[in-house]
């Protein structure tokens, strides 16, 4: 019945989590049905959905029904958010990360970036008219601020819109769009006034319009997830698809990255407690030398390396999840937070890798495909690089 | 008509079992403990008796048939989220009868006697067995107690009027009983697959009720009757070998494993 490694004892995914003092027994049965979703509708069918390259998108309506994707959305758009605090977030990020194929949940959780400027500084037309049935898991929403002349330094983006009546005409390209081949709607950003960060608005585009032209891009991860360029070429946009105010629309970015890098560092945190999980049964197995390889000292000190800093990012994680939710934005931290959690799952995935040995490099396995998304998580969503510079200028440095 | 779910709380099926090191039975600390998975179908199968299956065409399962399910654990407090779960799943309340030993099936059966008189339901389903003992007595018992008929190891449960018809799996086949109401059902592997719950309703069940009663509340005496002398671990299998002729596999029956 279950599509995972069988749990060796005191080294599997849930023994290792420590154990939280923000969650109780609803993160526990939430975390208990998720998983019981995750194991019977995504897990089967994760090598398949690899090989093609994108999520078919009846997975988006099974989803949407269970409640995931609806999942901390307000219910007036038919999403649940009554009890769905941070931790039930972390809960959801984890056990999908638990499935070892980042691929699936970027795909699948795409809206958790596109949908909220929208929530947060649109119209309550646009909100109305776009949030259900992205909640149903109907149609998918993208998020579209990276350009092929850059993502690190956003304030610098070179698409432009320009306002000839009761429309916008967009002219430009976005690059790395998650989900940018299938959603029906990209969240973007563009460039209504004057240089920098003041002249920046987020404009609602329909990817079907005329003009706009998607390529898909090939990677070297998270392959279930689609990626694309995409190209506007005189696309017009109705104005009322302007969310939030015009030359506004960079507050409504960053907004977003502090929710994201915070999914992001417990996906990434959980997904290197996958490696251990993998590493320690493998380990306790495989024989070598006329012993266990957990009998190999430089074996068990690699294992217990690993168990010291993913409970290090957990309990840094918990911290900055409950400061987010006593109201407070503590950038600098949420900043350093996704660089300890990125940093952990590359020495995680890389010392997993080693203890698996030959196996590890054989695809189809979990550790095999979290080895090759440590660099989308280390540079995705803002790179280390970035992350540090934000937190020493944040610090006052 | 009103059903009546008993749930278990067991150590989680994916888990491996350990014995303990003195023997005195199996070792529970902080693992993860679930709903016994049978009482898992016996909570849907009430449940979708209760929705019906408006997307599946032709199905036996008809909306309004159950308006009401209670579940009952018994057990500890941590029984309760247990009973949570099935009411996450659709169960519209709960009753925890609080004891904190194990209870053999004959004082189960004893308590969930006295839930029957005090809720008067029209049927209960229950698990056949739960997967910690395998005991497979409680809803026999149960049926004893109370003078009711008995459809164990259902496989397709359908109500018509007041009867419902069972069909078991026997060896060799399957066979359907007809049972006058009030009825006691237990269920089998395959008389559905349990639905997850969704968040909404994970979240709506926090909202609903569940009594907590004790063995004394229903004048029960739950002491053990059976004493357990020792747990051990099932004896290691040997690997297997390969036989070169069909004259050593005779051999090899004969002389060492004794089948011939
Ligand atoms: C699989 C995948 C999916 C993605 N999905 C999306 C999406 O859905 N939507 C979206 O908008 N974007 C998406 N991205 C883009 C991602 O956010 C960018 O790749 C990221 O922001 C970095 O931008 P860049 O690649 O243009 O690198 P650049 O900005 O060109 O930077 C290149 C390198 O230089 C470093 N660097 C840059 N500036 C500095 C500095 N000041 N000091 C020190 N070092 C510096 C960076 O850290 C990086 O290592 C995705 C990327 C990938 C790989």
Redesign the interface.
Known sequence: ??AFA??T?ALDF??LRPPSPFMG??H???R???R??VE?ELAPHVNEWEKAGVLPRDVFRKAG????I??GFPEAYGG?S???DRFMGIVTSEELARLGAGGVSAALMIHGIGLPPILNIGSEEMKARIAPPVLRGEMQISLAITEPSGGSDVAALLTRAERKGDRYVVNGSKMFITGGMTSRYATTAVRTGGPGAGGVSLLLIDLESRGVTRTPLDKQGWWSSDTAALYFDDVEVPAENLIGAENAGFIGIMMNFNGERLGMAAGATASARVCIEEAAAWAQQRRTFGKRLADHQVIRHKIAAMVQRVNASTAYLEHCAWRVSQGETPVADLSLLKVQATETLEFCAREASQILGGAAYLQGSRVERIYREVRVNAIGGGSEEIMRDLAARQLGL | MKVLVPVKRVLDYNLKVKVKADQTGVDLTNLKMSMNPFCEIAVEEAIRHKEGQPNVAGSHYKAGTVTEIVAVSIGPDQAQETIRTALAMGADRGILVKVDHEVEPLAVAKILKAVVDAEQPQVVILGKQAIDDDSNQTGQMLAALLGWPQGTFASKVEFAGSKVNVTREVDGGLQTVALDLPAIITTDLRLNEPRYASLPNIMKAKKKPIDVKTPGDFGVNVAPRLKVVKVTEPPKRQGGVKVKTVQELVDKLKNEAGVL
């Not at chain 1, 029904?65 to 995931?68: A, K, V």
């Open positions: 019945m279950n069988k749990p004892g849930d023994a027994e609803a526990a049965s939430w208990r049905e998720l019981k979703f019977r029904e269970f409640g995931l609806g999942a649940w009554e009890g769905y």
